[in-house]
């Protein structure tokens, strides 16, 4: 079983603007970034050498630019090249569509690639015509933003036809060259009141492979629905009349890529709501509906029951959680393998998005998207291997992969995956499949967080409280680790308290430093991973701009001094621990924050005194959490930031709460801190950012994401 890598590389129009994912990637600046790919081991890469980019303008000479170097550096390395010509697009400004320029036009391009690369021997002309073709034609999400059979038609007649002509005008230059035509993998399910139409979308999810393989006949079923929308059967004979099956067919599943269609209007959100000429019904994920999906083994068997041609996995990506990217790869792999045995010839799997992606939570149709990282994290700055990056190298040697988190089951096949037609509340315990996460500190806000969301991202943890461990003793955390044998230790605990800390020292101490120094030591001897968190009080604000993790630190209180000692002696007794440090947190899922104190005495008419020069940065606890795990799960070591992007003061982030909570901000008093009266010395300018990157989302986006929470309606009660 071979393992392929791609880039998403997607060109997509959106009204005269081109919305371009190696821009937002970065890559083409970055030249480490194909050493990585190589030192994967890969067998073979997806790369673009996208239409849209290189031929921008007609009848100009084609800038090939950092490309050449590139594609000269992997043939040199031994990776094949797959060549991508376009990917969701529909060509540049100069060619129409929904006419034979958009044919001819990639003709012409595939022929210069050809002849400029001579050595290449896979190509993809257009990737998913048929997605594309829906999205532009039918949604009305892309140029041309249509939404009708005859323009999806259209554009994929224009989209396979092209395809045809250009393997022709690279086949007269390179005969050994090989079709590899990628496409979207999905069924559609339905109620018994829709089968019909979901067989008729199960019949058209195959119609651009009919159309390249010239099945496409008037035995076709979809024969009268093609020419009751505009093509013709001269249209239809070109196919006939120059068949080309592809010579591997690269299929391209993802969890949405099932869909499930119900008449029940009542049990889905207006979002869903579609229909057809007789019918209105919702058009939903089939994976959120209380039906099983049939999942990539048997589709992956029917294509080939169809076609008889090689297949191939050609995008394996999810955007999750850092062990379901895991559980994802590792499915899609297992079934290729069972495949493979079963007599039916799989060439490979492809780990997609090697560098992310950008913005497919809007589907590419408007700036500000979100990112979901891939093989490699981008929000660095710089590439930074996620733990995929060592499972994709496992499995390009054949070597085996072993990570605890792996081994449970992926969201996608949990129960509380399910929405419609109503949501699966109950929470079932997790089965004890592998050594759990240990959590200290079960009944803190963090320790509550960190059991929360391990609960539903299916991460087997155990969570201990004061009583039941006293990390200051190391005889207990001994028999701790000998007793539930985790594979990881997270530090939830410590003394929180900054002002008392100043009378009570010594506990504070105990808990903050001698404590986590103690976990780190045994974390060590018995290799174990350990994570622990610290603050930003730890410096002293002199510096007057947001804090990175190498600046010194100098803190002005206790409890900031009893977390700068903590870092020193973890990192000493365990140098491959992992350090947060993080501010200001809030949460929708307890009352003891700063933005929780500030709701609830707004809604009693309370007035509530807040620093005016204090400037902070807020961290919003399911980011942090989230976050940390994946962290932890990708093995990294030492001093990390983590915040929410935004730096503001305490007073201008209770003006933001008052805001949005639309309350009365009257009641707010902002004052200089040395007005409030603290024990305890606050540094002026305590922001935190990070020489890794921003990892965290906007403190925006949070907030707009806290004040959405259900759960926030009860806090100002």
Partial sequence: MEIWG??????????DHYYNQLDSQGHYQRKEDLSLLVNLGIQKLRYP?????????????????????????????????????????????????LDDSFADGLAEYAKAVAEKFP??????PINEPLTTARFCGLYGLWYPHEKNDRTFLRILYNECKATILAMAAIRRINPRAKL??????????????????????????????????????????LWPYLLRHGLTAHDLAFFQENAMPPDILGFNYYITSERYLDENLKHFPAHTHGGNSNLRYADVEAVRYCEAIAGPKVLLKQAWERFKIPLAVTEAHLGCGREDQLRWLMEIYQAAVEL????????????????????????????????????????????????????????????????????????????????????????????????????????????????????????????????ELNVVVPAQIEAMIQRYQPWAIINAAGFVRVDEAEIEQEDCFLSNTEGPANLADACRKYGIKFLTFSSDLVFDGEKGAPYIENDRVNPLNVYGASKAKAEQEVLKNDP?????????????????????????????????????????SPTYVPDLVNVSLDLLIDDERGLWHLTNQG???????????????????SFLLPLPVEELGYPAVRPNFSALTSMHGLILPSLDFALDRFFADKTVKSLAC
């Fill in 6 to 15: 791609g880039i998403e590389c997607t060109i997509n129009r959106v009204g």
């Fill in 119 to 124: 050595w290449i021997d896979y190509y993809t």
């Fill in 49 to 97: 050498v996208l239409w849209e980019k290189h031929r921008p303008q007609q009848n100009k000479p084609i800038d090939w630019g950092v490309v050449e170097n590139n594609l000269l550096y992997l043939k040199d390395a031994g990776v094949t090249v797959i060549a991508g010509l376009v990917h969701h697009g529909s060509g540049p400004c100069y060619v129409n569509f």
């Fill in 340 to 467: 493979k045995k079963e007599g039916i010839d799989i060439k490979g799997i492809t780990a997609w998005s090697l560098f992310g992606a950008y913005g497919w939570d809007k589907l590419l149709t408007e700036e500000g998207g979100n990112y979901e990282s891939g093989v490699f994290d981008l929000r660095s700055g710089f590439p930074r291997a996620t733990a995929l990056a060592r499972l994709v190298r496992n499995l390009a040697l054949g070597k085996p992969f072993e990570h605890p988190v792996v081994r449970g089951d992926g969201w996608w096949k949990r129960p509380g995956r399910i929405i419609y037609p109503e949501p699966f509340m109950l929470n079932l315990p997790m089965p004890d499949l592998c050594s759990p996460l240990l959590i200290i500190g079960a009944t803190g806000t963090l320790g509550q967080a960190f059991a929360r969301v391990c609960m539903e991202r299916n991460l087997h943890f155990i969570a201990l409280n004061r009583k």
């Fill in 576 to 616: 491959d621990a992992l350090i947060i440090r993080t501010s200001a947190f809030f949460s929708p899922w307890d009352n003891y924050n700063f933005v929780s104190h500030i709701l609830s005495s707004l809604n009693q008419r309370t007035s509530v005194k807040v620093a005016s020069d204090v400037y902070i």
């Fill in 647 to 665: 730096t503001l003061t305490w007073s201008d982030f209770a003006y933001d709460v008052a805001r949005r909570g639309n309350y009365n901000p």
């Fill in 180 to 221: 590899i035509h990628t496409e979207d993998l999905g069924k559609t399910h339905s109620t018994p009141l829709l089968k019909y139409q979901a067989d008729f979308e199960n019949e058209r999810r195959w119609l651009g492979l009919d159309l390249l393989c010239g099945k496409v006949n008037t035995q076709h079923p």
